[in-house]
Structure formats: structure tokens, C-alpha cells
């Protein structure tokens, strides 16, 4: 029995994916598993593409960060309702409203099996939602999951040759992804910097996976060897 939160890259929801139905029934299988021998999964989903399109449409007329993060926000919230009423609908005990803060997830938690959420205010991305509800929740662990194999020296679409890492230590993993700070809205790093940052600072281990293959998140939750990154204090 355990307590693990899994961040949910919005892009693994992606909508140019034939298999996506395929993915979202296996990630229900996976939670009604994890909760049958007694879990309790915080579920933290990414904003994707209505995320990235909204943000986009409004870039020419909307400077403020902030402003733009809002919009982030809400795409994530929206792909959270999509998890949390597939979760619903088979029956899996799901908190019944999307927290709106970390603190309101941490209580939920209490209550609940499984709590599905999204992005809280601007300045970080869901990456760092996780980190936190992981952190107050008392989590073992953040998996994160993600659409690379694993975190790479640099990125791998501009530097194919880019060496990959098993394992690497939180400060290592804060000096590939750059200091913890936010720097753009909808901008996408392997790992949020800001979330990095707070991992590090509170020693919480995470594990960096490739979420596409949904083996990778079961195994990660099971404590097996899920072939991604295993990033420790
Ligand atoms: P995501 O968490 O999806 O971040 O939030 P991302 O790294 O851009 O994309 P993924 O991980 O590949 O899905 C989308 C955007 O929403 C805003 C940020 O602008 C973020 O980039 N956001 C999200 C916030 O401002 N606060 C939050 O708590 C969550």
C-alpha cells in the first residue's frame, strides 16, 4: 500500500493518436489494479494540445505570462474532467470534483482512492502540481510521465547523438533542465524546472518515464524496472 502521485503529460491525450482510446482504457485498467491492492494514486494531467492551441491563438494580443498561463490552466483542468470521468464511469473511487489546490487535493486524498487534477495558478506547469501534491501528501515518490524514452543530456529532436541517462540525482536533473524558474508559458521541458526545484529541495525521489507505453507508468507503480529515468535524492 502506498501513496504515489503521477504526473500525466497532456500530450500522451494527444488527438493525432489512433491508439488513444486504447491508452485511456489501459490507464483505467491500471488505476482499478493499483487500487484493488490498496493505492491511493493522485492523478495530475497536462494541458496537450488544447493548451498549446489555445495559448497560440491568443499569443498576438496577450503578453502577460501570467495571462497566457491562465489559459494553460483551464486546457489542463479540462483534460482532467476526461480522466476523472472515465475513471468515474468504471466505477473506480474518484473524488468527485477536480481540485482547484494542492491543499484541496491533499484532503481529498484522505477520502479518497484516486484524485484527478490539473493545473492550480500561473507560474509552473502540472509538473510541479505533482511534485506538490506529492510532497504534502506524503507520496514515496512523483512518477512522471512523459513523451521521451528518458531524460536526455539535451534535447533529442536537435541533438539525436544526445546522451541519455538512467539514473541521474535531483541536482544533476535541476542543471540539465535549467534553474527552477518559469519561463514561458505552454513551454515544454522534459521536467518543470520550478517542480525539479522543490523535489530537490525536499529529497523526493522521481521517476521520469515514457507514458506513451502504458507498461512504463504500471511497472513504475509497482516498483519494477520501468526503463526510464530514476531520479534520487
Ligand atoms: P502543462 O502542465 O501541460 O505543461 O500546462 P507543459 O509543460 O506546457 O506541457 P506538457 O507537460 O507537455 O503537457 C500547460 C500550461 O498551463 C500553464 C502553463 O502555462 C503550462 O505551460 N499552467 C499549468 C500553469 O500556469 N499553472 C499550472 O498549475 C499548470
Not at 500530450?11 to 482504457?25: A, M
Not at 509538473?127 to 506538490?132: H, K, L
Not at 525536499?202 to 512504463?216: A, T, V
Request: hydrophobic share 45%; with cysteine; aromatic share 2%.
Amino acid at each position: 500500500m502506498a501513496t504515489v502521485v503521477v504526473a500525466l503529460g497532456g500530450s500522451l491525450l494527444r488527438p493525432e493518436v489512433e491508439e488513444r482510446h486504447d491508452w485511456l482504457l489501459g490507464l483505467v485498467s491500471i488505476v482499478r489494479d493499483r487500487v484493488a491492492v490498496g493505492d491511493r494514486l493522485g492523478l495530475v494531467v497536462g494541458g496537450g494540445a488544447p493548451a498549446r492551441e489555445g495559448i497560440e491563438l491568443v499569443s498576438p494580443i496577450i503578453d502577460d505570462m501570467n495571462h497566457l498561463d491562465k489559459i494553460g490552466i483551464a486546457a489542463t483542468r479540462l483534460n482532467a474532467t476526461i480522466i476523472r470521468e472515465a475513471l468515474a464511469d468504471e466505477g473506480i473511487p474518484v473524488s468527485g470534483a477536480i481540485p482547484q489546490e494542492v491543499s484541496e487535493a491533499v484532503e481529498a486524498l484522505l477520502s479518497s482512492k484516486v484524485v484527478v487534477m490539473g493545473g492550480t495558478v500561473p507560474g509552473h506547469t502540472t509538473d510541479t502540481v505533482a511534485i506538490q501534491l506529492a510532497i504534502r501528501s506524503g507520496a514515496g515518490k512523483c512518477v512522471i510521465a512523459t513523451n521521451v524514452a528518458k531524460v536526455y543530456e539535451q534535447d533529442p529532436k536537435e541533438h539525436p547523438e544526445a546522451k541519455s541517462f538512467d539514473s541521474l540525482t535531483l541536482d544533476q536533473l535541476q542543471s540539465i533542465v535549467g534553474p527552477a524558474e518559469h519561463a514561458q508559458a505552454g513551454g515544454s521541458q522534459v521536467v518543470d524546472p520550478v517542480g525539479v526545484g522543490e523535489a530537490a529541495s525536499h529529497g523526493l525521489p522521481l521517476d521520469i518515464l515514457d507514458g506513451r507505453e502504458l507498461q512504463n507508468i504500471r511497472l513504475a507503480l509497482e516498483g519494477g524496472d520501468f526503463g526510464g529515468t530514476v531520479v534520487t535524492g
